[in-house]
């Protein structure tokens, strides 16, 4: 997105505020544009605008690939997901029958969008113990997209799967962008193109790089579809 892209929604997020995804709006703007209006808007919330994606613009769990077929190991690193999950769950008294995330998913994605696992399972493990908080479990986004620090829910999903996936296109199109993991994940680095930070937390992306090296020791595997590089 250019400079000039970033002037025009600084202005219209000024105008409109977070009820700038509109579909007649979104429809002027395009994908790109409507969705980078809400983050700027005060959250990371673009779900609407990429619930409109164009027709080119399929979503890799809708696509007809058999990625047990792709993945190398596919069932063993599932299970090792499933146990990894499970574990953080257990940990606060929870049980694994409480989640609504498909560790079929999260390998898929992982894999689809070549995002590194391991820190894919910090951040849901960080935000919402994989989507059993209240919070999560109400608006459905259990990577906390369009949930502000002011109680406010901006966003909202039927399908925790589907939000997993919406979590990993913002973060790769706004605040990885064409950077490494390492950089990324640096500290005070997860910032979008005009410097609008992911989390208000400082050590947010610290607490991320812990959880996710936390994971790695704790299943080896999981090293096995790692992109942190």
Partial sequence: MNKKDYILLEYLCEKYGADIIEEGLFKKLGPTLAAGALTLAGGVGVHNALNHRTADEPKAIEQSVSFADQIP????????????????????????????????????????????????????????????????????????????????????????????????RIMQDNFIRNRSFSDAFADGNLVNGIGKRYASDKNYEKNLRSMRLRAIKKFPELNNQTYFL
């Fill in 73 to 168: 190991n596919y069932h063993e690193l599932v299970q090792t997901v499933k146990k990894y999950m499970n574990w953080a769950v257990n940990c606060v008294g929870h049980d694994y029958s409480e989640i609504e995330i498909n560790p079929e998913t999260l390998v898929e994605l992982s894999y689809a969008y070549k995002y590194d696992l391991p820190m894919l399972l910090a951040a849901l493990h960080l935000e919402s113990h994989f989507g059993i908080t209240p919070r999560a479990k109400r608006t459905g986004s259990p990577c906390s997209i369009g949930c502000w620090d002011n109680g406010k829910d901006k966003a909202y999903y039927d399908d925790q799967n589907e939000a997993v996936e919406d979590y990993i």
